[in-house]
């Protein structure tokens, strides 16, 4: 089956830096987005990787790796705004997008 | 500005009521939008795929003389939960690609609407 996991919840502090991982089991893979969902509020569009690598995007990066099915989404300068949850989701072969449960954030001052 | 604009955000009503959804593309067209549903602290489920024209695809295990899609127009697609039940309650977000589905184009999602049944 395919699968996608992410840590449920993390905390960091105001100001610091942050890792939230995603490991991906799909069949076949046309790219991984990551999405920021703020609480009652529909997610909004972050990254997108499709090559190997990091993509920078002022605070916020994302890596990929294919071959260990592996990314990161790296949160710098962390702002209590930046408490949400982020979704990881991946196209697999078919062009549907596989989603991830998501990672609560929770930022503390 | 937003990309795509969904109504209503918020519907209370009674056990046994139909409530319709709309999901509109703005300044473009979308031949396919999908619809989702989120439960607190879930994550999102695909409901179906609506393509303009024809018949949505829906998931396994989604009813769909339940939930009800109409793609009628390029900008619109509607959800209609029909006789809807308690369990019914939950988060409903359309999203829309405004791209290929083979390109790197996000889906851009509406606001969600959230539906409480009584």
């Known amino acids: 089956g395919q699968n996608i996991d992410q840590p449920t919840e993390m905390t960091a502090t105001e100001g610091a830096i942050v890792q939230i991982n995603c490991t991906y089991q799909t069949s076949g893979f046309n790219g991984l987005f990551w999405y920021q969902q703020h609480a009652g509020e529909a997610p909004t569009f972050l990254s997108y990787n499709v090559l190997d690598g990091l993509e920078e995007k002022g605070r916020f990066s994302s890596f990929l790796s294919r071959s260990k099915g592996y990314s990161y989404l790296l949160l710098k300068e962390l702002q209590m705004k930046d408490s949400a949850s982020y979704l990881c989701?991946?196209?697999?072969?078919?062009?549907?997008?596989?989603w991830g449960a998501g990672t609560k954030l929770i930022i503390k001052p | 500005g937003a990309v795509v604009s969904q109504h209503p955000s918020w519907v209370i009503c009674k056990s046994g009521t139909s409530v319709k959804i709309e999901c509109r593309s703005l300044?473009?067209?979308?031949?396919?939008m999908f619809w989702y549903r989120q439960f607190p602290k879930q994550s999102l489920m695909l409901m179906a795929t609506s393509n303009e024209g024809s018949k949505a695809t829906y998931e396994q295990g989604v009813e769909k003389d339940k939930f009800l899609i109409n793609h009628a127009s390029l900008t619109l697609s509607t959800l209609t939960v029909t006789s809807a039940h308690p369990e019914d309650s939950s988060f409903y977000i359309c999203s829309v690609l405004t791209g290929q589905e083979s390109g790197n184009q996000p889906q851009h999602f509406g606001d969600g609407t959230r539906l409480s049944i009584l």
């Open positions: 300044d473009f067209q979308a031949t396919t």
């Open positions: 989701a991946v196209k697999d072969s078919n062009y549907q997008l596989i």
